[in-house]
């Protein structure tokens, strides 16, 4: 019994957050952002229109090399999310689209499929766990983990994510290292790429050198 009490208490330590006794925190998006989540706005500021997010329903561009959208809903257009933790996002992927390999540092990611057919996986730093999941099936990714989501399907993909940060951040790794001035014969090395591939991809992200 004393476990099963310090285990409860140490779940709502857990899921504590800067609302502190307070039911919401709305976000002051004219303030800045703090470790803790946005300062609140005055309650009697605060509108229904401040927990509603009406534009997920209309698919994202996925013109692009990977041939993905993203709709993200977070406490950026969604300012009642602040402070709880919690957020989303609609992921479209054309076909033989990917979300590239990629680390939320800050948040868990719970994805759901609601058309077509992904090949999902994370990586850990012993093993590889891979499925190939349907509209009604769920996968979660756990945070920090490097991650894709790559359409195995005949048609176009949709699924929503959920994520256990009100605005998580991600690190995309093939950006990360094409998209800066990291020089071509650095890169050369550490990757053992050749240089007219980095070069083409540099061209790709933006990155020069």
């Given at each position: ?118 090949t999902v996986g994370f ?87």
């Amino acid at each position: 019994m004393i476990q099963i009490v310090l285990f409860f208490f140490a779940l709502i330590s857990f899921t504590s957050n800067a609302i502190d006794s307070d039911d919401f925190c709305v976000a002051n998006l004219l303030l800045s952002d703090t470790p803790s989540g946005y300062p609140c706005k005055p309650e009697k500021f605060v509108t229904a229109n401040d927990f509603m997010y009406s534009s997920l329903a209309a698919a994202a561009s996925t013109a692009n090399p990977f041939k993905v959208g993203l709709t993200p809903v977070n406490v950026s257009n969604l300012s009642g999310l602040n402070g709880l933790g919690l957020s989303a996002a609609r992921i479209d992927i054309g076909i033989n689209g990917s979300v590239p390999m990629h680390t939320h540092p800050d948040a868990t990611e719970l994805l759901i499929v609601i058309e077509g057919q992904l090949t999902v996986g994370f990586i850990t730093p012993t093993k590889l766990l891979v499925k190939t999941i349907n509209p009604g099936d769920v996968f979660v990714f756990p945070k920090g983990l490097l991650h894709f989501q790559v359409n195995s399907g005949a048609g176009n993909a949709i699924a929503i994510a959920a994520f256990s940060s009100s605005n998580p951040s991600i690190h995309v790794s093939t950006i990360l290292l094409f998209g800066n001035d990291l020089p071509t014969p650095t890169i050369q090395k550490t990757a053992l790429l050749d240089a007219a591939q980095i070069i083409e991809l540099k061209g790709m992200f933006g990155g020069t050198g």
